[in-house]
């Protein structure tokens, strides 16, 4: 009955995650476009996909990925090797970031779209070699910006600092990256940051900041996202510009 | 069940399985040789991992084959010439851009997308609940949550403007950036880590797939505007509003808290 009660539970929250989209969407429809919705059966099976997948996954992290990711990042943290720590950051940002499901999508969706607009060849070809270029780009640059992030912490650096010097740097490249770039670049740092990254990288800034002496949490433990949401906007361009050339 | 849909399936199983394997190998690969102790637990979690390949490969058959094109479809009829001008296609020829006041229905649907899916994120739920915590009270819980939710629903919508219009992201990006390191200078030193990081818990997993088949969508109708060169943008600015609505709502109530504090010294004297 209590697993039962639970599951019941656990497919409520996936709903709940969905909910506020379908209502939007539907009052939109029904209200503001009046007219039926197209396609609304493959529309409903899709939902139902999305909600049972979502369900089952999140599941499966919480038996699986969250518990050994959170034993190792606070593990590690008190190791004490400083080498091995950030190569984990770095290891732990790139592999997550590979896995993340929006980020399958958009990058698919963005090589179709180059291909379409004859910026790569419109073969099958080099469509999936510029989206695994993409992700792979993504993953290398929020591993990047993890082990960063793991140095910071250990040093104590504040945060503002590399705010201010990634900021800048991307406003600096945003002006020779090519155009068909930039629109993509500036939306991988919000794709990065989803499902399976978020909580393994807080574990592992949470659990730094607080096996670390003098580390506050707060203060150092968080940040992590903000580095891992930076570095893909300018790593991205920076690919941008292999593939298509300087503006 | 025929043989083609077995096989996509498959296809997606087996892409899934290299999806997660990176993370398999970097778990695994420091778990035996830099940790060096036994994994507890070990049928739970090869059991949750089956669960993770599965659930994953149906998320994302689900993800291709309802929220893209739902969002595709939203797009094509907010942005029909039809269903803007009342019939009255004429504003729409001879290749003139139609004047973005007529989309007012589509700037609607993106602030209530932007903010409802933020106001419903989880992950946001918990980083409220930590910002009450260090702010000692100062920053209410729902206070934050509908501060965060304002900031997507005010990006998504300028974001949504700005494919409608076709102007350049650099220019907004560039413009908000300096507008945000500004307010980081002034604002309360403990809100800026969890300011930075709201902007990555705004874009869900199921949110940002939507938003990219969105703006694509607006900017493949809209005569005149490339989807290459247009149609990204809205995550960026859903992930970037939010970062100084949270700054500014820390700034606001700290004034607040300040001046309610000299009030009452005032009165005492």
Not at chain 1, 98 to 114: D, F, Q, R, S, Y
Not at chain 1, 192 to 210: D, F, N, Q, Y
Not at chain 2, 34 to 58: A, N
Not at chain 2, 133 to 155: D, F, H, K, M, N
Request: aromatic content about 12%; glycine content about 10%.
């Amino acid at each position: 009955m209590s697993i039962l009660s639970y599951l019941v539970k656990r497919i409520f929250f996936a709903f709940k995650d969905v909910f506020p989209v379908i209502a939007v969407i539907t009052f939109f429809q029904l209200i503001v476009i009046r007219q039926p919705f197209p396609n609304l059966e493959e529309s409903l099976i899709g939902v139902t996909l999305v909600i049972f997948g979502l369900f089952i996954f999140l599941l499966g992290l919480e038996t699986a990925l969250f518990p050994i990711g959170e034993r190792m990042a606070n593990q590690f943290a008190s190791l004490g090797n400083v080498w091995w720590l950030i190569f984990f950051g770095f290891a732990l940002g790139f592999s997550t970031t590979i896995a993340e499901p929006a980020l399958t999508v958009i990058a698919g969706k963005a090589g179709n779209l180059a291909a379409e607009a004859g910026v790569i060849l419109n073969s099958k070809d080099s469509i999936s070699k510029f989206v695994y270029g993409l992700r792979i780009t993504v993953a290398l640059s929020v591993g990047i910006a993890i082990a960063l992030g793991v140095i910071r912490i250990i040093k104590g650096w504040p945060l503002t600092w590399f705010i201010m010097v990634g900021y800048a740097l991307i406003v600096l490249v945003t002006f020779f990256a090519p155009r068909e770039i930039i629109g993509i670049a500036y939306d991988s740092g919000g794709i990065t940051t989803s499902t399976i990254t978020v909580p393994l990288i807080t574990a592992l800034g949470l659990g730094l900041a607080a096996n670390i002496r003098g580390r506050n949490p707060i203060m150092d433990g968080f940040g992590l996202i903000a580095l891992a949401s930076m570095a893909p906007i300018l790593f991205v361009m920076i690919y941008g510009i292999t593939v298509y050339g300087l503006r | 069940m025929n043989n083609e849909f077995l096989n996509s399936s498959l296809a997606i199983l087996w892409g899934t399985f290299t999806d997660i394997l990176p993370i398999l190998l970097v778990l695994g690969f420091f778990q035996i040789f830099v940790i060096r102790r036994e994994i507890p637990y070990i049928k739970d979690i090869c059991m949750g991992l089956v669960l993770v390949l599965i659930g994953l490969s149906i998320f994302i058959l689900g993800l291709e084959r309802c929220v893209f094109p739902v969002g595709a479809q939203m797009a094509d009829q907010l942005a029909a010439p039809n269903f803007l001008t009342d019939g009255k296609i004429d504003v729409f020829e001879a290749g003139h851009k139609p004047a973005p006041s007529l989309y007012y229905w589509t700037y609607i649907f993106a602030f209530m997308i932007g903010f409802s899916t933020a106001l419903a994120e989880p992950a946001l739920i918990a980083v409220a609940l930590k910002a009450n915590e260090i702010s000692t009270g100062a920053i209410s819980q729902w206070g934050l949550r509908i501060t965060v939710a304002l900031g997507g629903a005010i990006g998504v919508t300028l974001g949504v403007y700005r494919i409608i219009t076709g102007t350049p992201l650099y220019i907004y990006i560039a413009c908000a950036y300096v507008f945000l390191l500004i307010q980081t200078y002034f604002a309360p030193k403990y809100i800026v880590p969890l300011a930075f990081d709201s902007g990555g818990v705004t874009t869900s997993t199921v949110t940002v797939p939507l938003l990219a088949a969105l703006g694509i969508g607006l900017s493949s109708n809209i005569p005149g505007n490339s989807p290459i060169l247009d149609g990204f943008g809205l995550i960026a600015f859903a992930a970037l509003f939010p970062m100084m609505t949270t700054m500014a709502y820390a700034m606001i109530s700290q004034y607040l808290i300040k001046r309610k504090q000299v009030e009452e010294i005032d009165s005492n004297e």
